[in-house]
């Protein structure tokens, strides 16, 4: 398998909670690096361009609003296989259906406020990291 860096975003309802520790040492038992980790505030602009994707959703809106309601944690992570890994160590979207153990069915509280995002894509993952970091941040 190659090595692959995916992005990480702790969401607000988490590190409201104070789970950034709790949840790294989830990201870090499932074997994932994490390379590259910044705390920060997204404007809405920030949270518009990083959910473009997502514009012309009924829910883009709430999401915008939700993403810059309080401080996020943005990370690289980096593994064998790492955009599958993390998807598996974050659990479902819907923490309802998410397997026991994983980031969302311990600390999400609800769909929406489900305390993580990762790419889906290792495309995706290259345009995430791209518009969250600058080169000389991520130190593998």
């Known amino acids: 398998m190659a090595t692959e860096r995916t992005l ?6 988490a590190t409201r909670r104070n789970l950034t520790g709790a949840i790294n040492a ?3 038992g499932a074997g994932l690096r994490i390379i590259a980790q910044k705390r ?34 943005i990370q690289v992570l980096e593994a064998d296989n790492a955009v ?10 819907n923490p309802a259906n998410a397997a026991v153990g994983t980031i969302r069915k311990v600390h999400a509280e609800s769909i ?3 305390s993580v995002h990762g790419s889906d894509s290792v ?13 000389a941040e991520i130190v593998g």
């Open 123 to 135: 495309e995706n993952a290259k345009k995430e990291i791209d518009l969250c970091f600058k080169p």
């Open 8 to 13: 990480s975003i702790i969401k607000p309802d």
């Open 40 to 73: 920060t505030k997204w404007s809405k602009a920030d949270a518009e361009a990083f959910y473009a994707v997502h514009r012309e959703r009924p829910f883009f809106n709430d999401l915008v609003a939700f993403m810059t309601s309080g401080p996020i944690v």
């Open 84 to 93: 599958q890994r993390y998807r598996d160590v974050m659990g479902a979207t």
């Open 26 to 28: 989830m990201i870090e």
């Open 112 to 114: 929406e406020a489900n």
